[in-house]
Structure formats: C-alpha cells, structure tokens
C-alpha cells in the first residue's frame, strides 16, 4: 500500500500552484533575512517576530493544501469508497496540529 502514496499525485489547478509559489518564495525571502539578521546579531525579540511571521505564512500555505486536498483528494477517494482516506487524513491533520 506504501507504493500506491508514492505513485499519487496531486492536481491542483495553475492559478493555485502559482498562489502557492508566491507565498513559498515570500517565505524563502522571510529565511533569508531571518538568517542574515541571525548573522548581524539583531535583537533575539526582532528575530523572534520574523520566525512568527515566517511560520504564519507557512501555515497558510498549509491550509491552502489542506482545503484542496479535503475538496479533491480525500472527496474523490470517499466517493470510490476508499474509507482508507480519513485515517490518512487524521494523521495528515495531527502533523499539522504538532506546531
């Protein structure tokens, strides 16, 4: 069963994988500086509220996923009977919910 995970794939629209770039790059910009003011010893408090930044646009791309994959993924394999899913799925959302 492990194999049929990694041969899925999603299929999120092109407006939403561009969406999802765009938020994926603010948050490689948002580590960069993080790291630079890491270098220039900047005051652990302004470290601090970028890290917060950083992982709030992070869980925003997650409950972008999320939302696509409850709506694509785990409703098509509902409807083809694949109960399956929702164990799947809880795990998924007790990953999410370790932060």
Sequence with gaps: MEEMHT??????PESVKK???VRLNRVEGQ???IKRMIEEDTY???VITQLSAAQSALNSVAKILLEGHLKGCVADRLAEGDDEVLD?????????MRK
């Design 7 to 12: 041969c899925r794939k999603s299929h999120h």
């Design 19 to 21: 969406n999802l770039n």
């Design 31 to 33: 580590i960069r500086g």
């Design 44 to 46: 652990c408090d302004e």
């Design 88 to 96: 799947e799925l809880l795990v998924t959302m007790q990953k999410l």
